[in-house]
């Protein structure tokens, strides 16, 4: 993979501080609905479950917008020490397709795919 332009560098570093922008503004947006159900209300037990499965799935949704945002941190933290677009692991430049697509992403295809075989 080549090494990032200047010009490619300084477009993704917007788009890692516009997607943190979104990911706070969702993260601000889901503690309204993810506040605890209700128990004592009277409603049916179908709705009762519907109420604390989408608090589950706003939980498991919030945790996977947490992470995201600690990756971005940690890019932007990168760009600062010119090491962004770095594997992390390899140390070989990630590729701008792949940035462009997930500019938090901390590793090249060839590491994340070694990654996920381990865990
Ligand atoms: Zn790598």
């Known amino acids: 993979m080549d090494e ?3 010009d490619q560098q300084e477009e993704l570093q917007e788009d890692l501080l516009s997607l943190r922008q979104e990911l706070r503004q969702l993260l601000t ?8 159900v209700e128990l004592d209300q009277p409603i049916g037990r179908l709705s009762r479950m519907d109420a604390l499965q989408q608090q589950a ?9 947490e992470r995201r945002l600690k990756l971005i941190e940690s890019a932007l ?11 992390r692991r390899c140390e070989e430049p990630i590729g701008y ?6 500019p938090e992403t901390p ?3 060839e590491c994340q795919g070694r990654i996920e075989e381990e865990c």
Do not use: H, W
Not at 97 to 102: G, H, S
């Open 29 to 36: 947006d889901s503690q309204q609905s993810s506040k605890p």
């Open 57 to 65: 799935m706003a939980k498991a949704n919030r945790a996977g917008i």
């Open 107 to 109: 590793f090249c295809l």
């Open 4 to 6: 990032l332009t200047a």
């Open 77 to 87: 933290i990168a760009v600062k020490q010119e090491r962004y677009g770095e594997c």
């Open 97 to 102: 397709p792949r940035l462009k697509a997930r």
